[in-house]
T-cell receptor, first 116, second 113 residues
Framework: GAVVSQHPSWVICKSGTSVKIECRSL??????MFWYRQFPKQSLMLMAT?????????EQGVEKDKFLINHASLTLSTLTVTSAHPEDSSFYIC????????????FGQGTRLTVV | KQEVTQIPAALSVPEGENLVLNCSFT??????LQWFRQDPGKGLTSLLL?????REQTSGRLNASLDKSSGRSTLYIAASQPGDSATYLC????????????FGGGTRLMVKP
């Protein structure tokens, strides 16, 4: 099956710093990737849709200047949390779309971000 | 706007019981519905995917049904085991979108030995 790898699996950073999270499709080319956020004991909420070679589409209420998304290649999308604050602490998880297997969503392992 | 609801939010059962998890969605115009398992602090493991034209899918002790017209899906787990303890999420893919999913709130399952 399609494999999506996310790195790092967890990160702790100081308030005010920036953190980059990578999402890679290992055995397919992903024209579209999706970034979700999950707060404790809550479900996943879509943050943005990342399209290779073009600007990301952000969901309402998600600050595009704070959550920078870059999808420069067909196998890599990155999410950068800029000037992180404790309220940004959450579980971030990406999903990639395999054009050859368009029916199913494939998810990365997730990244636990803790801002202190 | 699509809304997905899962009932119950939490469930605790003794080992060996058969159980049913429920998922409902407000907009029946879906492309497919997917059930996932999430262990604490971990990512998502896809369990079953049901296309909008299908009624059910089975994998081992798991069976998922879909009634698109009524906006409901159920996940049936037979002969539950402690290793089944996890959060179960259902998610629907809209007909007119890419692969973005709308998730339910999940059911936290605890199977006691």
């Amino acid at each position: 099956g399609a494999v999506v790898s996310q790195h790092p699996s967890w990160v702790i950073c100081k308030s005010g710093t920036s953190v980059k999270i990578e999402c890679r499709s290992l055995d397919f080319q992903a024209t579209t990737m999706f970034w979700y956020r999950q707060f404790p004991k809550q479900s996943l909420m879509l943050m943005a849709t990342s399209n290779e070679g073009s600007k990301a589409t952000y969901e309402q209420g998600v600050e595009k200047d704070k959550f920078l998304i870059n999808h420069a290649s067909l196998t890599l999308s990155t999410l950068t949390v800029t000037s992180a604050h404790p309220e940004d602490s959450s579980f971030y998880i990406c999903s990639a779309r395999d054009p050859g297997r368009d029916t199913e969503a494939f998810f990365g392992q997730g990244t636990r971000l803790t801002v202190v | 706007k699509q809304e997905v609801t899962q009932i119950p939010a939490a469930l605790s059962v003794p080992e060996g019981e058969n159980l049913v998890l429920n998922c409902s969605f407000t907009d029946s115009a879906i492309y497919n519905l997917q059930w996932f398992r999430q262990d604490p602090g971990k990512g998502l493991t896809s369990l079953l995917l049901i296309q909008s034209s299908q009624r059910e899918q089975t994998s081992g002790r798991l069976n998922a049904s879909l009634d698109k017209s009524s906006g409901r899906s159920t996940l049936y787990i037979a002969a539950s085991q402690p290793g089944d303890s996890a959060t179960y999420l259902c998610a629907v893919r809209p007909h007119n979108a890419g692969n973005m999913l709308t998730f339910g709130g999940g059911t936290r399952l605890m199977v006691k030995p």
